[in-house]
């Protein structure tokens, strides 16, 4: 049984940092693609940042330049490093594990908990 399980989240101010992490239950390089989608209110949810087993990276265009994604194949973590954080980036952010597209629509078949960001002005 896969498990995802996020950490991190919390309030901070526009403009701060925010490390989110995903410890994963065994190892990540199972997973062809593992990544972030966050969820903001009223909104649908949406991928972040995906990162595959060759190390192929794909931004959300809302946190290019800004998030950074990682992963740290002794621990079987995978991060999301937010900088320069803004009010939009206010969502619950979720950790996903075999994350794949649907026509346009990235998908992903194993799913953390979710953790909240909230970011203040």
């Known amino acids: 049984q896969v498990q995802l399980v996020e950490s991190g989240g919390g309030l901070v101010q526009a403009g701060e940092s925010l490390r989110l992490s995903c410890a994963a239950s065994g190892s990540i390089f199972r997973f062809g693609v593992m990544g972030w989608f966050r969820q903001g209110p009223g909104k649908q949810r949406e991928l972040v940042a995906s990162?595959?087993?060759?190390?192929?990276?794909i931004y959300g265009d809302a946190v290019k330049g800004r998030f950074t994604v990682s992963r740290d194949n002794a621990k079987d973590i995978v991060y999301l490093q937010m900088n320069s954080l803004k009010l939009e980036d206010t969502a619950v952010y979720y950790c996903?594990?075999?994350?794949?597209?649907?026509?346009?629509?990235?998908?992903?078949?194993?799913w953390g908990q979710g953790t909240q960001v909230t970011v203040s002005s």
């Open positions: 996903a594990a075999d994350i794949y597209y649907s026509g346009i629509y990235p998908r992903a078949n194993y």
């Open positions: 990162l595959s087993r060759s190390d192929s990276i």
